[in-house]
């Protein structure tokens, strides 16, 4: 099994209701807090597990907003597993999830540096890295009804942007949606191979434009003469 | 990259100290071009010693949680994080048995010891390529994905050590000075010619881009907004930019102090032998080294740059 999420850039507006909805359920989650730092000052800052980008595609007038929802990609080959040194980051073999044993992390910053997708932040106040847990906590929990076993990105999402499932299981629905839709992967050329997809645009024809003919003052007066002594 | 002082402390003075110790070993344990006296090979030796302590030391004051850094040496299989640490802690007793029989027999040479001595030797170079390869390792900052990182490493360690080593018989007028100042003087022109290699190397466009990280690889992709009011974690550890003409002056100044000076001094100290020649050359090739560490650092652009407006690494 291979978890992961697929991300629709097509649909994705934008909204921060996904990192909004993380960092809610993950401050009481099992790497909790998601330390702020001066909240109410005039400098605001402190550890998100999901930031969204946006980005201008292409060159106006024919150019686009893409909204880039980024957390950790789960990679099939986790270098942040790899490189650290205390064996607090492990990939978990049975779904593929990357997780930080808060209770080994000595905070060297090292993962971060192997991370190219920018999904690890270090928690200045308990001076250990934390991540996107893929809801660990949420979608195994039995107590949940069994529509709501999903991460709370997905779960509030309100345009249906974001997919959650097993990316090994050639049937299952993410499979499906990435190859009919060709999906892909951030920065395939680094080899990390991560496990969430993106979904591009779709190519839609232009947008059909209303009939307006342009006319000119002299011409629209002449029209409306003409009409008035019609009458 | 954000240059941290405690580890451009770190690789250079444990650079410095563990070349010392490999060549205070080598010289001593096989007698080359005279060999060292008993007095020289301890100076030189706990001189080493001390300094690469430092270093290790200073490297733990970069991290956020040191309570839990005793569990550093797990992942001795796949970190080479780890494996520096390993290597660090097994060099300590191998080298203080060498330096210590040496002094218990009185500086007579045995067998035993030349082989405690070649093994202090194999364990202060995997030191120092571990510290190499824990930067060499990364495929997420290309300016130090490459084998050129562990073999400058080693290089500007062995040549820094070359050059205390000659401090110390420059000032006990040992036999073995003119030898080893004149390894110091290869190891300086090997060390500077790695370092050119390099600045030239990274400088050739290349590495991920904007549009490989966002998957629109036939169009301009530029940033429109960051999602953030402020900076965070990955700004502040990632986001530092040297200005380029800073970067231009630095190299100059890494040159001058790091291999030009030592060269020449180097040279003035072969026809002369003047001891304050050497300290001089102390001085300028770890002022030089500190400065080059630095923009090891302020070079190294991460990929993480590009969800923050770089177009490419």
């Known amino acids: 099994m291979r978890l992961g999420l697929v991300i629709d850039l097509d649909v994705c507006v934008g909204c921060h209701a996904c990192a909004v909805a993380c960092k809610q359920w993950n401050s009481s989650g099992t790497t909790g807090p998601l330390t702020d730092y001066d909240p109410y000052g005039a400098d605001p800052s402190g550890v998100w597990f999901n930031r969204i980008r946006s980005f201008e595609v292409g060159e106006y007038p024919q150019s686009k907003t893409v909204n880039f929802p980024m957390s950790c990609m789960h990679c099939e080959t986790a270098e942040c597993v790899t490189v650290c040194p205390t064996g607090a980051s492990y990939k978990r073999p049975e779904d593929g999830i990357v997780l930080v044993d808060q209770d080994k992390c000595m905070g060297c910053n090292y993962c971060a540096w192997a991370c190219p997708y920018g999904a690890r932040e270090l928690d200045q106040a308990s001076g250990t890295m934390k991540k996107c847990t893929l809801c660990v906590d949420r ?90 002594i019609a009458k | 990259m954000h240059p941290a002082i405690s ?31 008993l007095g020289e090979t301890m100076t030189a030796g706990g001189l080493g010693l001390v300094l690469a302590t430092v270093g290790l030391l200073s490297s733990t004051f970069h991290l956020a949680n040191p309570r839990n850094a005793w569990r550093a040496f797990n992942r001795f299989r796949t970190s080479w994080l780890s494996r520096e640490g390993v290597f660090a802690v097994l060099f300590y007793p191998v080298a203080i048995l060498y330096f210590g029989g040496l002094w218990f027999l009185d500086g007579a040479m045995t067998g035993a010891l030349q082989g405690m001595a070649v093994l202090t030797i194999l364990l202060a170079v995997a030191v120092v390529f571990s510290t190499g390869m824990i930067y060499a390792c990364l495929r997420t900052i290309r300016q130090w994905n490459t084998s050129l990182v562990p073999a400058n490493y080693l290089l500007m360690g062995l040549a820094s050590g070359g050059v205390l080593l000659t401090t110390v018989l420059a000032y006990t007028k040992g ?59 990955l700004n502040k550890e990632f986001g530092y930019q040297a200005p380029i003409s800073l970067v231009h002056r630095l190299r100059l100044v890494v040159y001058a102090l790091a291999f030009v000076i030592p060269m020449a001094l180097m040279v003035l100290l072969l026809q002369n032998g003047m001891g304050v020649l050497a300290l001089m050359t102390v001085f300028s090739i770890l002022a030089g080294l500190a400065v080059e560490r630095w923009l090891f650092f302020a070079e190294a652009r991460h990929v993480v740059n590009l969800f923050y407006g770089a177009q490419r690494t």
């Not at chain 1, 974001?162 to 299981?169: E, I, M, Q, S, T």
């Not at chain 2, 490999?22 to 080359?32: K, Y």
Request: some cysteine; aromatic content about 10%; hydrophobic content about 40%.
């Open chain 2, 175 to 233: 036999p073995a000075l003119v030898t080893v100042a004149t390894t110091t003087l290869t190891l300086l022109v090997a060390a500077g010619i790695g370092k050119l290699i390099y600045y030239f190397w990274i400088g050739k466009p290349q590495g991920s881009t904007i549009n490989t990280a966002t998957g629109f690889t036939r169009a301009g992709v530029r940033l429109f907004e960051s999602g953030q009011s402020s900076g965070a974690f």
């Open chain 2, 7 to 37: 580890v451009i402390v770190f690789t250079v003075a444990s650079g410095a100290g563990f070349g010392l110790v490999i060549l205070a070993a080598l010289f001593s344990a096989f007698g080359i071009g005279g060999g060292l006296s």
């Open chain 1, 139 to 228: 979608i195994y929990d039995e107590v949940l009804p069994e529509a709501e076993r999903q991460p709370a990105c997905v779960l509030t999402c309100p345009t249906r942007a974001r997919y959650f499932g097993d990316l090994d299981d050639p049937d299952s629905a993410v499979s499906t949606v990435v190859r009919e839709r060709g999906g892909f992967q951030s920065m395939p050329e680094l080899g990390y191979n991560p496990t969430n997809h993106y979904l591009p645009p779709r190519v839609q024809p232009p947008a059909q434009q209303a009939e307006n003919p342009l006319v000119s003052l002299q011409d629209k007066l002449k029209e409306w003469m003409a009409k008035a």
